[in-house]
């Protein structure tokens, strides 16, 4: 029998929202843009076969036709989305310039150890009298002091005032195009900027001969960031002068966090108290969480319906089951919207206005539905959420509790069953999410489900009630840092315990999405017999290993670290990591953000680290590389009191000194014990390293300069490479013409930062290698560089191999 329509078009939703997701998914692994009229033309096809679908009386054509005209529709409309807003980006002959913005600071500023970091929304700009166009939104810097190599400030700049959301300032600034850092599982900064529509970044100048920055007055534009503002630095004022003892200590930390659950600012956060949520598996609460915001809307509509039912009035006027869930909605969404309107909370209150919506028209959905209409919702706001972890752990989460849900009971469930479904519902999440989170991040807690069971119904209902009742009577901030402080002390313990986590290297996406279904059919009610066929499944992302080097044959990653020196080599069962990066502030530094991350995505362990000398855009990230691989032997030209000798006593480089890793020869080449002695730059003390297998040869020069070069030169060092790490990062002190004519190579790597302030790499050393036919790669146009040497003529850019369209593509390459 023919369908009638509303139940022939309900079966068209699911493709449709299927295709949806499909279209978002492939046009978000898209390099470039597409002109507009493609996507008009895309556009036009879908009505097209919308037409049809209307016409058409097959089933499978119809349900077909849906699928593949909503996937056009989504790729289309989310290119011409991002064609649109990249009209708005600056113009790449700005970059570097002074220029005379006026605007609003519009969101609450973060304060680091050296800098203020703020958005500001731009109302004119001009550079020397004349007007230009700059984006409208920005990410800036106020920076009290730049340090040099050797991580000692230079002269100091004017320090940042206390700088309050709203306020209306004239600044000259300059500014660059979005470029971050780009590493193989590594954070992508230009997609977190792109998201929040941010389309350059740069910093004020404060210098003597600067034009000074010059306030005018509060603008008021920006009400909520001003009151988040005004809630964090009062919770921070409760914070006691830390002079250094332990209960001090754990008092100011414990009210960072009470922050970050008020007003969703993350930056009081202590790093190792990241490390102690991550282990535990309870980070997803210390911060503003969908989580957090459906409880609330829950709570609040429990309350709102029992307030509406004690009123005979107000029942006969609306119902109160309805008044509950539209209060219960619009007071989460304004708690999202307090605690900074992050994507998260984007993401949830447009999941929970959604379920909503459906719940007051009266209609049950089937949970595949429901499910992924809910998801469609929220990429039709932000296509690019699509790409984040916190999306697919969350919308992942909840269809595992839609389909392992069982048939709802007649009668009220008693206590010790709720409890029991609690108890169900959590170790469904946990063995569902595992895979998920070991493609996503390389490990997972095995803590984690006894730690969720003492922390989430602790910090949502003990923690979080305190935080934010203490908006309306202070001294409750301190009872609920009292009750985070408990919390941390219990998750300390767990952090502790032998095997807290389980760590393997970030496997394929294909093995990723076969563990979720390996989970996902493990915790459906289905027979046992269909259950444990999910158990092969998971076995690829559990057991996966990344492929290594032959015996005989070695590989380096480059990093990609701005300003500083980080190389990873690998041999068949052997690791060296030669540098560790620059160092941010006290508690930001390249271990931390990139090489900790991208070894344990590798699953590597180090045996060496090599720090080539003391300047700290090379051992600014040690000390976090060392606290992860605890077995690992330093290798240094370090003085004996440096602070670094504190934490792993260090072997001192010598030219001379040399080990083989299965079937690879490594050797030093510099410094001599002479220059231990006589040296006044801690340059000239930087290890030369040279790694060969006979065939293939690299030399990691460090920062050597123009005396150091000779003297190897004159010595008849064995310098001839095939791949050379740029001495200097390329600053016109090193790579003479008689050092380049002795290591001949053909391919040459330059790591520094993008457009940074020494200059790096100098015109005229980028000449010398030109002259030599000499192949010359930039960290800031590669990204992280990748070389085998049974593949010497190929350096893999990840910049290139994983370019996607919101990427930085800078205007020149050497």
Request: aromatic share 8%; proline share 6%.
């Amino acid at each position: 029998m023919p369908q009638s329509p509303p139940q022939s078009q309900a079966r068209l939703l699911t493709p449709a929202l299927l295709g949806w997701i499909t279209g978002l998914a492939a046009q978000l692994q898209q390099s470039e843009l597409w002109p507009a009229t493609h996507y008009g033309l895309l556009i036009a096809a879908a009505f097209a076969l919308v037409l049809a679908i209307g016409r058409s009386h097959h089933l499978m054509a119809r349900l077909l036709g849906a699928f593949i005209a909503a996937a056009l529709l989504a790729h289309a409309s989310t290119g011409l989305r991002a064609t649109l807003f990249q009209l708005q980006a600056l113009d790449p002959a700005l970059e570097g310039k002074d220029i005379s913005i006026t605007g609003r600071i519009s969101a609450m500023p973060q304060f680091g150890e050296n800098s203020t970091r703020f958005r500001f929304t731009v109302e004119s700009a001009t550079q020397n009298g004349q007007a230009v166009q700059v984006p409208p939104r920005l990410y800036l810097s106020w920076y009290g002091g730049f340090r040099n190599e050797d991580g000692a400030l230079l002269e100091p700049l004017q320090v940042a005032p206390p700088l309050q959301a709203g306020e209306r300032w004239l600044f000259t600034v300059r500014l660059r195009a979005p470029h971050g850092t780009l590493n193989p599982h590594g954070f992508d900064f230009e997609l977190w900027l792109w998201e929040r529509d941010l389309q350059a970044t740069g910093y004020v100048r404060t210098g003597k001969r600067d034009p000074q920055p010059q306030p005018l007055g509060q603008s008021w534009q920006h009400p909520v960031e001003w009151a988040r503002q005004q809630v964090r630095d009062t919770i921070q004022q409760r914070v006691p002068v830390v002079s250094g003892t332990p209960g001090e200590e754990a008092q100011a930390r414990a009210m960072g966090i009470v922050a970050a659950l008020v007003t969703g600012d993350q930056q009081a956060i202590t790093r190792s108290d990241w490390d102690i949520f991550r282990a535990t598996g309870v980070a997803h609460l210390m911060s503003i969480s969908g989580l957090h915001i459906t409880l609330f809307a829950w709570l609040a509509a429990l309350l709102l319906r029992a307030f509406w039912r004690s009123s005979p009035r107000l029942c006969l006027a609306y119902p109160a089951q309805h008044a509950g869930l539209i209060g219960g909605l619009l007071l989460a969404a304004s708690y999202a919207l307090f605690s900074g309107w992050g994507v998260p909370a984007q993401r949830t209150v447009l999941m929970l206005a959604t379920v909503t919506l459906l719940s007051l028209s009266a209609r049950r959905w089937p949970w595949p539905q429901l499910w992924l209409l809910t998801a469609a919702v929220v990429l039709l706001a932000d296509p690019w959420a699509l790409l984040q972890a916190g999306f697919w752990l969350s919308f992942v989460a909840v269809g595992v509790l839609f389909a392992g849900a069982g048939q709802q009971q007649e009668t009220p469930p008693t206590w010790k069953q709720r409890l029991a479904g609690l108890l169900r519902e959590q170790w469904l999440i946990t063995l569902a999410l595992a895979p998920l989170t070991l493609l996503l991040f390389g490990q997972v807690s095995l803590v984690g489900l006894l730690a969720n069971l003492a922390a989430i119904p602790w910090v949502t209902l003990v923690v979080t009630p305190l935080a934010l009742l203490g908006m309306l009577w202070a001294p409750l901030w301190d009872a609920a840092a009292q009750t985070v402080q408990w919390l941390a002390a219990v998750l300390q313990v767990m952090a502790a315990w032998p095997l807290a986590t389980f760590s393997v290297a970030q496997a394929p996406l294909w093995a990723g999405i076969a563990g979720v279904l390996g989970g996902l059919l493990l915790v459906l009610r289905l027979p046992w017999a269909m259950r444990l066929a999910g158990l092969p499944l998971l076995l690829p992302v559990l057991l996966w290993q990344p492929i290594r080097p032959a015996p005989g044959q070695f590989e380096l990653l480059a990093a990609d670290i701005g300003q500083g020196n980080a190389v990873l080599v690998r041999t068949a069962t052997h690791a060296l990591l030669y540098d560790a990066g620059p160092r941010h502030a006290n508690d930001s530094d390249a271990g931390q953000r990139v090489l900790v991350p991208l070894l344990r995505a590798l699953d590597v362990r180090l045996d060496r680290l090599v720090l080539s000398h003391r300047d700290s855009d090379h051992t600014g990230g040690a000390a976090a590389v060392l606290a992860a691989q605890p077995d690992t032997e330093l290798l240094s030209s370090l003085e004996d009191a440096h602070e670094l000798q504190a934490l792993r006593r260090s072997s001192r480089c010598m030219a001379g000194q040399a080990w083989d890793w299965d079937g690879v020869h490594f050797e030093l080449l510099h410094p001599s014990a002479e220059d231990y002695g006589k040296a006044r730059r801690s340059n000239a003390l930087s290890c030369v390293l040279r790694i060969s297998n006979g065939a293939q040869t690299v030399l990691l020069a460090g920062d050597i300069e123009k005396a150091q070069e000779a003297r190897l030169v004159l010595e008849n060092a064995a310098l001839r490479a095939d791949w050379l790490l740029v001495p200097h990062h390329g600053s016109k002190t090193s790579s003479t013409a008689a050092f380049l004519d002795a290591v001949a190579p053909h391919t040459a790597l330059v790591q520094a930062g993008y457009r940074n302030r020494f200059g790096h790499p100098a015109p005229e050393v980028l000449r010398r290698y030109e002259e030599r036919d000499v192949q010359v790669l930039t960290s800031a146009h590669c990204g992280a560089a990748s070389w085998q040497s049974t593949q010497p003529r190929q350096t893999r850019c990840e910049r290139q191999v994983q370019a996607r369209y919101w990427q930085h593509r800078p205007a020149a390459s050497p």
